[in-house]
């Protein structure tokens, strides 16, 4: 999977808006993902602490995933269902005309910052 | 010392957006139709670019982007003796093409003088699916010899698709392939997904999926 890309983004994303807040460390990383976006945590906390060991502002910072189920709804009878892991058709009418409502997020929701006293000052 | 939490909502990978969007506009003002050809590896994509190359013709000029993880150019070569212009993007050992390769890819290709853009990806049904090229169509090869039960496996790939190629149709009365098992996983990823069955070896089907991208091609110069 292509986790390392992914982790890249997230250093970015965060580090951009830290620098615009002036924090001097991120502590914690708070992201969505979806159920349907493939993505595997653990690789990307294992990459974090790879990438993340010459970035002062970043290294250390804790990594928090909310993981949301995916939810389909049924096109033909307006059933609304969650998919425990396989793809299944409409439980209720057994169509297969059917469309994902949630599970394919994949965002960086907010992160928690430090700033130095300094910069408070300023 | 204080701490704070800061709102961010920003959509992982929303670089790669920003520079598909350039890319998208690139093509849109040449008149260029793209498309973004995944498929495991083995599945035909090199094939079906021949056989296309082929078919289209001198109707159309044809411009092919070849992703390969290793520095092969076994599949530029063969465009190339096919007579069309090809650019290796060797990605490294990465699972994908994205789209900062492709905006590479094209310093070394005069869109002015093509009509159509074959990017072939690499052969992976993962992670090509979660990067956006900036091309227009994402067209899918699933063959025969692979296997019915592949919608269901890789679900992601099937989603975000504008096109599917079943190839090696050739090969359906030796392999057991349940097509409408296939089809209903399908249906259920990507309801009413146009689809093309093909050969590549006896050239069924060729030339429905020809004439598919002859007239995108003549839509994307109208623009
Ligand atoms: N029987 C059969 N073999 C095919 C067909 N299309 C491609 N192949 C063979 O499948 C193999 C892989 O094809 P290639 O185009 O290199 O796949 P790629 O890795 O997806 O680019 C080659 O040996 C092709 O000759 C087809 O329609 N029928
Ligand atoms: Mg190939
Ligand atoms: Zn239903």
Redesign the interface.
Same mark, same amino acid.
């Given at each position: 999977m292509h986790e390392l890309a992914v982790t890249e983004s997230i250093l970015n994303i965060a580090e951009k808006h830290a620098v615009q807040a002036g924090a001097s460390k991120i502590t914690d990383i708070y992201i969505t993902l979806g159920q349907l976006s493939s993505i595997v945590d653990d690789s990307v906390q294992f990459y974090w602490d790879i990438i993340s060991a010459d970035k002062p502002i970043c290294q250390g910072a804790a990594l928090h995933f909310q993981r949301i189920p995916a939810r389909l709804v049924c096109l033909a009878c307006a059933h609304e269902y969650e998919i425990p892991t396989e793809l299944e058709p409409c439980p209720q009418c057994g169509s297969f005309q059917v469309k994902v409502l949630a599970g394919e997020e994949f965002w960086v929701d907010s992160i928690e910052i430090e700033k130095s006293d300094e910069e408070l000052a300023l | 010392?204080?701490?704070?939490?800061?709102?961010?909502?920003?959509?992982?990978?929303?670089?790669?957006d920003q520079v598909a969007e350039q890319n998208r506009a690139r093509f849109d003002q040449a008149g260029v139709f793209t498309i973004n050809l995944m498929a495991s590896p083995g599945a035909g994509k090199t094939s079906l670019i021949l056989e296309t190359i082929r078919a289209v013709v001198p109707d159309l000029r044809v411009g092919v982007i070849e992703g390969d993880t290793a520095p092969v150019t076994i599949d530029a070569d063969k465009i190339t003796e096919a007579g069309m212009p090809a650019v290796q993007i060797n990605t490294g050992g990465?699972?994908?093409l994205?789209a900062v390769m492709i905006s590479y890819g094209l310093q070394q290709l005069n869109l002015e003088e093509i009509d159509l853009l074959i990017v072939e990806n690499v052969g992976n049904l993962?992670?090509p699916a979660?990067?956006n090229l900036g091309t227009h169509a994402n067209v899918l090869i699933a063959s025969v010899p692979e296997g019915d039960d592949k919608?269901?496996k890789y &679900?992601?790939i099937y989603?975000n698709l504008e096109v599917l190629i079943i190839n090696k149709t050739d090969l359906l009365p030796y392999v057991r392939f349940n097509m409408d098992y296939f089809r209903?996983?399908v249906?259920?990823?990507n &309801?009413g997904l146009q689809t093309f069955p093909v050969s590549c070896t006896t050239g069924e089907g060729i030339e429905q999926w020809a004439a598919w991208l002859k007239s995108k091609v003549q839509n994307a110069k109208q623009k």
């Amino acid at each position: 999977m292509h986790e390392l890309a992914v982790t890249e983004s997230i250093l970015n994303i965060a580090e951009k808006h830290a620098v615009q807040a002036g924090a001097s460390k991120i502590t914690d990383i708070y992201i969505t993902l979806g159920q349907l976006s493939s993505i595997v945590d653990d690789s990307v906390q294992f990459y974090w602490d790879i990438i993340s060991a010459d970035k002062p502002i970043c290294q250390g910072a804790a990594l928090h995933f909310q993981r949301i189920p995916a939810r389909l709804v049924c096109l033909a009878c307006a059933h609304e269902y969650e998919i425990p892991t396989e793809l299944e058709p409409c439980p209720q009418c057994g169509s297969f005309q059917v469309k994902v409502l949630a599970g394919e997020e994949f965002w960086v929701d907010s992160i928690e910052i430090e700033k130095s006293d300094e910069e408070l000052a300023l | 010392m204080s701490t704070s939490r800061i709102t961010v909502v920003e959509k992982i990978l929303s670089a790669n957006d920003q520079v598909a969007e350039q890319n998208r506009a690139r093509f849109d003002q040449a008149g260029v139709f793209t498309i973004n050809l995944m498929a495991s590896p083995g599945a035909g994509k090199t094939s079906l670019i021949l056989e296309t190359i082929r078919a289209v013709v001198p109707d159309l000029r044809v411009g092919v982007i070849e992703g390969d993880t290793a520095p092969v150019t076994i599949d530029a070569d063969k465009i190339t003796e096919a007579g069309m212009p090809a650019v290796q993007i060797n990605t490294g050992g990465d699972c994908h093409l994205d789209a900062v390769m492709i905006s590479y890819g094209l310093q070394q290709l005069n869109l002015e003088e093509i009509d159509l853009l074959i990017v072939e990806n690499v052969g992976n049904l993962v992670c090509p699916a979660a990067f956006n090229l900036g091309t227009h169509a994402n067209v899918l090869i699933a063959s025969v010899p692979e296997g019915d039960d592949k919608p269901y496996k890789y &679900p992601n790939i099937y989603r975000n698709l504008e096109v599917l190629i079943i190839n090696k149709t050739d090969l359906l009365p030796y392999v057991r392939f349940n097509m409408d098992y296939f089809r209903q996983g399908v249906e259920m990823l990507n &309801p009413g997904l146009q689809t093309f069955p093909v050969s590549c070896t006896t050239g069924e089907g060729i030339e429905q999926w020809a004439a598919w991208l002859k007239s995108k091609v003549q839509n994307a110069k109208q623009k």
